[in-house]
């Protein structure tokens, strides 16, 4: 059964940057679109930005331009980079592989920005 592992969230200032990592395990990793999904406290887990196992990637309006996400099959991870981040961006941070269906999330990374 695969397995996510989140990490590099923390505590950033508005206009900071961090880069989130997302290890997969359990699966045959490249061949999986990977999904970056993020939850702020009192909302819904919304889709953040997507990479296809051929590296093509979309974004989520509110993230677009300042977000990038990356994968390294050989490493069996995903990456999320984000840059001039705000406030709002504050929520734990989740990877997973949504085709066919949603796998068991893992304990995903707190990210908070706050000055």
């Known amino acids: 059964q695969v397995q996510f592992v989140e990490s590099g969230g923390g505590l950033v200032q508005p206009g900071g940057s961090l880069r989130l990592s997302c290890a997969a395990s359990g699966t045959i990793f490249s061949i999986y679109i990977m999904g970056w999904y993020r939850q702020a406290p009192g909302k819904q887990r919304e889709l953040a930005a997507r990479?296809?196992?051929?590296?093509?990637?979309n974004y989520a309006d509110t993230v677009k331009g300042r977000f990038t996400t990356s994968r390294d099959n050989a490493k069996n991870t995903v990456y999320l980079q984000m840059n001039s981040l705000k406030p709002e961006d504050t929520a734990v941070y989740y990877c997973n592989a949504p085709i066919p269906s949603l796998r068991p999330w893992g304990q995903g990374t707190q990210v908070t920005v706050s000055s």
């Open positions: 990479i296809t196992d051929g590296g093509n990637t």
